[in-house]
């Protein structure tokens, strides 16, 4: 049964196994969640649930999304995201998720915003070399470096330039949940994740093999 839900991202901490071998976590808040939506083949043209997460005050919300609210039956969340699943008749509008919908040892995909940086150089960005650090002859010691020959007369596109850095939607396939705690609604995923303390991510079931 494919399967998600949306947390936040507290940080990293290490825990033991029982061999006394350390192993670093992402520990994740998932949860609870509230399924406000249930997208149809028939209505929509495809199958999916909507899932809210996170307290907002009702001042806060404005009409048409505190009508969709009400109608589900659910107190109004401060995020919404949409998870496809094909098994979305499984779930019921107004229904509840936790974090004991996943186990130890399952393998899981984590989506979020990386951090963003800023304007970085192609050093920092992309692993360039930087140049001679002479007083010399060399006073380019940073910079980009020759970007066209002289036959194009020009840069073709695609070339790794300087730029933002971050602040992008990034996966990462095929992590191990260590540990859940169902009381506090938490997961300990081993290694870590995208974004940054507090941030939002979504945690759901990988499309990876696991063997």
Same mark, same amino acid.
């Not at 919404?80 to 995909?109: H, N």
């Given at each position: *049964? ?9 940080? *990293?901490?290490?825990?033991?196994? =029982? $061999?006394?071998?350390? !192993?670093?976590?992402?520990?994740? =808040? ?7 939506? #249930? ?9 999916? !649930? ?5 307290? !907002? ?7 048409? *999304? ?77 910079? $980009? ?51 940054? #303390? ?7 079931? $990988? ?5």
């Amino acid at each position: *049964m494919a399967k998600g839900i949306l947390g936040k991202k507290l940080g *990293m901490t290490q825990i033991f196994d =029982e $061999t006394g071998k350390v !192993i670093p976590v992402t520990v994740i =808040e998932a949860g609870p969640c509230s399924v406000v939506q #249930k997208r149809t083949p028939e209505i929509d043209g495809y199958t999916a !649930i909507q899932l809210g997460f996170g307290t !907002i005050k009702e001042k806060n919300v404005n009409k048409p *999304m505190k009508g969709q609210f009400e109608k589900a039956g659910v107190k109004p969340t401060r995020y919404l995201r949409e998870f496809r699943f094909p098994e979305a008749e499984e779930y019921q509008v107004g229904q509840e998720v936790k974090a004991d919908m996943f186990a130890a040892g399952e393998y899981v995909d984590v989506t979020g915003l990386t951090k963003g940086k800023g304007y970085a150089g192609v050093i920092k960005r992309w692993g360039f070399s930087r140049g001679p650090m002479s007083h010399g002859a060399s006073l380019r010691h940073r910079p $980009t470096g020759s970007l066209g020959g002289r036959t194009p007369a020009r840069v073709f596109p695609g070339r790794k330039m300087s730029g933002r850095l971050g602040n992008e939607r990034v996966t990462i396939q095929k992590l191990q949940v260590v540990k859940v705690d169902s009381d506090r609604n938490l997961i300990l995923i081993k290694g870590s994740v995208p974004g940054i #303390k507090g941030a939002l991510v979504e945690v759901k079931k $990988t499309v990876k093999n696991v063997k």
